[in-house]
């Protein structure tokens, strides 16, 4: 499925984009697998010179150049701070659903939400199976994990194992470390993660439920309770 404004087409799959340089950069990191920039302290590669030192500074050096002056919040990238305070403090989100009431402080997540959500884009297909995907990313992972059964990532405290590594540092601070960075500002709540903390605020105290029944009046905000509810009564 390919967009108007995604000229570019890959003929090995139904990735589409609006940039030839990233068509490219697609057809040489997942078909080809070329990634020619190595990180000498694990196994990340990438195809983007810039992004493996990123990832140093990021991952190794822990690097954390800024700081929010109105909590304890720390980035590597100045987006991530300034997205931070608009939707942590500000609690700014100018780009909204005009289908349900989804709002976020990022454009191309809307994109990505009206795209997954509403039209139920399936643009990435497995070759072994009958999984398909809305993002490329996650039909890779779908493949390294269920197929090639994939999980370089360990644990040291436990026997979890995963294939993305950002998935194993969470696990180690939330699991093991018991780390709580952030507090809703509402209630007593606490999480380890941002995106935990927004989706307690949107649920509980902003009461938004974005995912709508088609066959009945349930609504719901997360969208696997969807799924479940469409399975337990509809599909009897």
Known sequence: ??????????????????QKSTLIHHIMSFHEKVKPFKCDRCEYATIVKHCLKRHVQSVHEKAKRFACDLCDFKSFAHQDLRRHIE??????????????????????????????VHEKAKRFACHLCN????????????IESVHEKLKPFKCDHC?????????????????????????????????????????????????????????????????RNLKKHINLVHKK
């Open 1 to 18: 499925m390919h967009f108007k404004d995604n000229p570019f087409s890959c003929d090995r799959c139904h990735f589409s984009t609006g």
């Open 87 to 116: 939707s942590v403090h500000e609690k700014l989100k100018p780009f909204k659903c005009d289908r349900c009431e989804y709002a976020t402080i990022v454009k191309h997540c809307l994109k990505h939400h009206v795209q997954s």
């Open 131 to 142: 999984y398909k995907s809305f993002a490329h990313q996650d039909l890779r992972r779908h």
């Open 159 to 223: 026997e979890y194992a995963t294939n993305v590594k950002h998935c194993l540092k969470r696990h180690v601070q939330s699991v093991h470390e018991k780390a709580k960075r952030f507090a809703c500002n509402l209630c007593n709540y606490k999480s380890f993660g941002h995106q935990d903390l927004r989706r307690h605020i949107e649920s509980v105290h902003e009461k938004l439920k974005p995912f709508k029944c088609d066959l009945c009046s349930f609504k719901t905000y997360r969208k």
